[in-house]
């Protein structure tokens, strides 16, 4: 791969991450709770990390990446997209980042899929990896304070 298709593919993945930064910081700006406002800005925060990460493999290259498995509770995959309002309901709030989470990580799957037995392939493995982990940490929310009190 040529370094102009690298740098391509890592801006590609940057641009979608700083995608998911204003995502996270718009929907602080939706909700009334501080609570749900610091929840929201640890996912801002983590997706910056994101970009730090891509940012340091185009400097340095690919270093001793790791992709770890994660449970996926599949909730996500069995509810109604929600679209953001104004004093949206935490229940609501989940879903949004949820299927957020769930569209990031289907995209570095797809985007590795195309790239097979590269490093490139395992970057954004790792990456889609950790989607996974936002997507279950939502989901493992959702479960605990949406599906077990109704």
Not at 34 to 40: F, N, S, T, W
């Amino acid at each position: 791969m040529t370094k102009e298709k690298f740098d391509e593919v890592i801006d590609f993945a940057i641009n979608g991450e700083k995608d998911a930064v204003e995502f996270y910081h718009e929907l602080q700006q939706r909700t009334k709770f501080e609570a749900r406002k610091a929840m929201l800005k640890e996912f801002e925060n983590m997706e910056k990390c994101h970009i730090v990460i891509l940012e340091n493999v185009r400097e340095r290259g690919l270093e001793n990446i790791t992709v770890k498995e994660v449970t996926n509770l599949n909730i996500s995959e069995y509810i109604v997209d929600v679209k953001p309002y104004e004093n949206m309901t935490y229940q609501d709030i989940l879903i949004i980042a949820m299927k957020k989470e769930e569209q990031a990580q289907k995209l570095y799957l797809k985007m590795a899929s195309t790239l097979p037995g590269t490093e490139l392939e395992t970057l954004f493995l790792k990456l889609a990896s950790e989607e996974a982990g936002h997507k279950l940490q939502f989901e493992t929310l959702y479960d605990e304070h949406v599906l077990k009190e109704n």
